[in-house]
């Protein structure tokens, strides 16, 4: 046989020659495969810490719409005007001054207190800037949160700026791996920012969702006197941890508060003219002698085992207005120490003051056992405007009343552990701790019991109410 065919024969016959080829071509097939499942986990790893980024930051974006919410809901004028009324600069800056109304100049904004704390125009100035703020300033790590704009009213929403009611659009930018800490901080390649856009209904003041004040003192405060109720004061400079009050309401049961207000005072009712009905005068004048009580109708009554001139109201024969209230005159009451003046239990009985109360004889109203009786149905209204007005109460008993006596010092006379003082409510522009009405009795000096409805008076500068969160939604940046 031919010599080369020999050799081509042989070679035809082997695989050595088919093996090579074939393994190194699965080697290169197992290879890709290797690769494309390499390259498949890497994207899955990035995808996963991509998603787990954007949640985190869209966390922080939550945390931000929560504590705007709380700025809001601490000082709710705020939600009726925009963050910033002007164009802010490129760093961010509000240019809003002067009379301007916005958050950037909350001074402006009528109805925030201008005291300090959470609830004060510096605190909304303070938080109605644009720069990045920690979540937590001691874990960078839990990302950051800025404020976009607060608009109301809301675009394409009817309302008109400082009036309710209306619909506010909150937008709050959250972020996660930036890079450092506080306004400073920058934005590095792997951070991941969310943008967060709500609507916030703002309606109509809701007076019953206010806390019915046992005591609003417009000046100062009401030096070591225990209040069993809620206590509202004007006064920035006085310090809140210097008023007593209880823990709980001995009559709702319901928590006491304290704190400063920028509400104020309704107008005081208008007096009704004429004052004469037949066919008694119910103009009171000066009460200030047995002589004046037995002038106006007072007889002896016994008590405690003695006897007082007692004046009683209403009188047999007064008229009561279409409203079924007794309405009195009064010039000034300085009864003297044998005499009271005893309102009806279940009549409601007004007095209108010109002058002053003084402390001496008893003003007795206690509804006590008097089903159809309540506190409010006895109410004094002062309207002395000059000089030093007062109203001043024994300490010997307690007086269910509403006082309402916005030019004038109030207080309880007395010392020791006697119960008196007012049970009902007090609104007035100081509490008395001078000479003639010291307020020095060591006795809880009033109580609490009063409602908004049988006041019958609505504050002025009440906040809006602000509802629940409408709409939420993630924005493109």
């Known amino acids: 046989m031919n010599a080369k065919l020999k050799i081509f024969l042989i070679r035809r016959i082997s695989q050595g020659g088919f093996a090579l080829p074939v393994a190194i071509g699965l080697g290169f097939v197992l290879l890709l495969i290797a690769a494309t499942l390499i390259m498949r986990s890497q994207g899955d790893r990035v995808t996963a810490s991509a998603q787990k980024a954007t949640s ?111 619909v506010g659009q909150l937008t709050v930018e959250g972020r996660v791996n930036q890079s450092g800490s506080g306004n400073t901080a920058t934005q590095a390649a792997s951070t991941a920012t969310t943008r967060l856009q709500v609507n916030i209904p703002v309606q109509q003041p809701n007076l019953t969702a206010t806390p019915v004040p046992g005591a609003w003192i417009k000046s100062g405060g009401i030096g070591g006197n225990t209040i069993d109720g809620n206590v509202l004061i004007n006064d920035c400079s006085v310090d809140l941890s210097n008023i007593n009050i209880t823990a709980t309401n001995s009559v709702t049961g319901l928590p006491n508060t304290k704190s400063h207000t920028s509400i104020s005072f309704p107008p005081l009712p208008n007096k009704p003219t004429p004052f004469i009905t037949s066919p008694i005068s119910q103009v009171l004048g000066d009460i200030n002698s047995n002589t004046a009580l037995s002038i106006l109708g007072a007889v002896s009554a016994g008590k405690g085992g003695g006897s007082k001139l007692r004046l009683t109201l209403p009188r047999s024969g007064d008229t009561a207005n279409t409203f079924g209230i007794y309405e009195y005159s009064v010039s000034n009451i300085d009864l003297p120490s044998n005499s009271e003046l005893f309102i009806t239990p279940g009549r409601k009985v007004r007095l209108y003051l010109d002058g002053s109360i003084s402390s001496g004889g008893d003003i007795m109203h206690d509804c006590t056992g008097v089903a159809s009786c309540k506190p409010t149905d006895f109410q004094i209204f002062g309207y002395a405007s000059s000089g030093t007005p007062k109203i001043c109460t024994n300490g010997n008993n307690y007086i269910e009343a509403f006082i309402f006596a916005p030019n004038y010092s109030v207080g309880v006379a007395g010392s020791g552990g006697g119960a008196g003082g007012i049970k009902g409510s007090i609104w007035a522009n100081s509490w008395s701790n001078g000479s003639g009405c010291g307020s020095n009795t060591s006795n809880t000096v009033v109580v609490q019991n009063a409602e908004w409805a049988d006041i019958g008076l609505t504050p002025q500068g009440l906040s809006p109410a602000v509802g629940s969160i409408s709409t939420w939604q993630r924005q493109e940046r």
């Open 56 to 166: 985190r930051g869209l966390s922080a974006a939550e945390t931000g719409i929560t504590r705007y919410q709380s700025l809001i809901n601490n000082n709710r004028p705020i939600a009726t005007y925009k963050d910033c009324a002007g164009t802010r600069n490129t760093s961010g800056t509000c240019p809003d001054s002067g009379n301007t109304i916005s958050w950037a100049n909350a001074t402006k904004i009528s109805g925030i207190t201008s005291c300090g704390g959470v609830s004060s125009a510096t605190n909304v100035v303070n938080n109605s800037t644009t720069a990045w703020q920690d979540v937590d300033a001691g874990d960078t790590s839990k990302g950051q949160y800025r404020l976009v704009s607060y608009i109301y009213p809301a675009p394409g929403t009817a309302g008109t700026t400082g009036a309710v009611p209306g």
